[in-house]
């Protein structure tokens, strides 16, 4: 609490700024996306006075071929030296290696790991946030189990027994991270206030957020774009052109659409407009490695598996596509929807060598 | 009429392909895309017994520089060698270089010619069409003034009395002529027989043909696209990469969805998912010339005008975009428009040079 001051009465109900009242921040996961949501949020906390400046960053300690710890370097040279070189985060990022001591002081947690340190991080998690706590979750790439997907922001809201929103968009890490303009969405539930106070953490003039009331919608779009990147990628490699790989793209958002409504009723049409829709969709098929490594796929006439491409291309990384796509195949297959969603199915026959990868275009309907 | 015939009383009423209830159709323009529609619909008019076989291609007649009449050698060679060579438009098309003529029997006429000579058109045509005439209008780039846009379709049916469709999409015509893998979309009004007769029409293997009841929406998207276009370009040029392309796209199609619904409420969102929306604006801003020039032109820091790298690029065609740009500008200035549409008024003032290429990404909204 601020020491009690002699105030005029007028002026004694006015928002002091109070310290108490201030939000706190904290950035679950430092990876490059991380540290470029880092970045954001501290410029914004600085600047608006219902945030405490400092923002803390929960950092999975690596120790660097220097022998030095990677928080202490970040909170040395206020740089993600690994994941971010040559950014400076802002000096009100903490880096903080302990993860119950990250969030302990928290009201606000922003949740961007690799998706599948999600439930671990959870379960460390349980009964150790503030009463009131608000959650956001930037991670795309969810499970599509049969029961349905098993999105980041319902394990989220049910481990931790919170409210959690998300943060979707075109949102190439490294590009922001150099202040390039872009857009992103946030989807929430119910509290529209919570979402403004979000889109307010993260909007700078360069990062343009706009909320819409649909958190299933968003999220889905994070996780679907990448199998359509898939087919995107495959057009490529077959050297179709740009009028065939925009049908693709428009055939490949309509089944995003279509599945997200079956299993979500309340998805809007509007949010595959959003940032997190159309844009996320663009900026995947025009670059990233799911479209990269169908490609290549495609230009060895499928004779190349997946595996072989990927370990060559991608130093260890797997790609999302490809899995999802499996996941989805499986879903459609078990409650009779292939037929709905022939893209969908088609990418995955071809990705299994069950299609060659000129099937793509081959739509009887 | 076909001359009566014994046949049982059961069948008597089947039709029989009789030649009188068959629709004929004429192609009313021959350039590059023009051509590569009288392919599709030959192919077509072959197979389906509800139309004549023939088509008939109005072509605005030229001597070649063999001496030859263009007409001649379309009828003897079967191709377009001037605006579609090594194409074979089938044997079934007939090159006709009399206007009255080619429309005087058909009952479907097919509009693809460059938008400024469709007034002479009509004024040719009034009163010697058919009753009961279908049209469809596949030209893109009507202007846009400042009592509201000169939709060619409109002009059609006001001119001639007549009802017309409109065939829009993500449709580069060289590549829908070595049949890659494209789609369309048919705007019709009321009339869904008609528009499924048109689908009919068009509909290949690899061209896929979806009706949406919104003649204004899927016309709309044609013209307002090239401008969004100018904007890529733009992005481009100032080498923003893919995360920006695509938050620009995005706001692009957002700003033709709201301007097409101030103009026409009857303009339906769902309109913007199709083949005439999100795909024809992919295929537009990464290929075309209208976001080429304006990459040049980016490129170039504002300092060489549009009118000057059009003449060095374009060879004498003139962008639609920027003048589509300047016409969007004035209706919008003169409805108290401007804030609601930032990208429109943006790409207009930077490629008049009142501002900086760079603002294509300043919206500190």
């Known amino acids: 609490m601020a020491p009690a001051q002699e105030l005029p009465p007028e002026t004694e109900a006015e928002p002091l700024g109070d310290a108490a009242d201030k939000s706190r921040v904290t950035v679950v996961g430092s990876g490059n996306?991380?540290?470029?949501?880092a970045k954001l949020i501290?410029?914004?906390?600085?600047?608006?006075?219902?945030?405490?400046?400092?923002?803390?960053?929960?950092?999975?300690?690596?120790?660097?071929?220097?022998?030095?710890?990677?928080?202490?370097?970040?909170?040395?040279?206020?740089?993600?030296?690994?994941?971010?070189?040559?950014?400076?985060?802002?000096?009100?990022?903490?880096?903080?290696?302990?993860?119950?001591?990250a969030v302990k002081d928290a009201n606000m947690l922003v949740f961007v790991t690799p998706h599948q340190f999600m439930e671990g991080i959870c379960k460390r998690l349980v009964g150790k946030v503030k009463e009131g706590m608000e959650a956001i979750s930037l991670i795309k790439g969810m499970e599509v189990k049969m029961e349905?997907?098993?999105?980041?922001?319902?394990?989220?809201s049910e481990q931790l027994g919170i409210n959690c929103c998300v943060l979707m968009g075109a949102n190439i890490a490294n590009e922001i991270a150099v202040e390039k303009f872009s857009e992103a969405t946030v989807g929430y539930r119910e509290n529209r206030d919570i979402a403004e106070k979000w889109v307010q953490l993260f909007s700078t003039s360069y990062?343009?957020?706009?909320?819409?009331?649909?958190?299933?919608?968003?999220?889905?779009?994070?996780?679907?774009?990448?199998?359509?990147?898939?087919?995107?990628?495959?057009?490529?490699?077959?050297?179709?052109?740009?009028?065939?790989?925009?049908?693709?793209?428009?055939?490949g958002l309509r089944e995003m659409k279509a599945f997200s409504k079956l299993l979500f009723p309340s998805v809007k049409d509007t949010t595959f407009f959003e940032s997190c829709g159309v844009a996320d969709l663009i900026t995947t098929c025009l670059g990233g490695r799911n479209r990269k490594v169908a490609e290549a796929f495609a230009k060895n006439g499928g004779k190349r598996s997946f595996d072989e491409?990927?370990?060559?291309?991608?130093?260890?990384?797997?790609?999302?596509?490809?899995?999802?796509?499996?996941?989805?195949?499986?879903?459609?297959?078990?409650r009779g929807w292939l037929e709905l969603f022939p893209l969908f199915a088609t990418v995955h026959e071809i990705s299994t060598g069950r299609l060659p990868p000129s099937a793509i275009v081959e739509y009887n309907r």
Chains 1, 2 share one sequence.
């Open 207 to 251: 990062f343009m957020v706009s909320p819409v009331q649909d958190v299933e919608g968003v999220e889905l779009c994070g996780t679907l774009k990448n199998v359509v990147a898939i087919a995107a990628g495959f057009v490529d490699g077959l050297e179709m052109g740009n009028n065939t790989k925009a049908a693709i793209m428009r055939i």
């Open 148 to 156: 349905g997907p098993c999105m980041i922001s319902s394990l989220i």
């Open 33 to 37: 996306w991380g540290s470029v949501a």
């Open 309 to 334: 491409l990927e370990a060559e291309m991608l130093q260890g990384q797997k790609l999302q596509g490809v899995s999802t796509a499996r996941e989805l195949y499986e879903v459609l297959s078990h």
């Open 42 to 101: 501290a410029s914004n906390t600085l600047r608006l006075p219902s945030f405490h400046d400092e923002v803390r960053m929960w950092v999975f300690e690596e120790i660097l071929p220097s022998g030095e710890k990677l928080t202490d370097v970040i909170n040395s040279t206020n740089e993600n030296v690994k994941y971010l070189p040559g950014i400076k985060l802002g000096n009100n990022v903490v880096a903080d290696p302990d993860l119950e001591n």
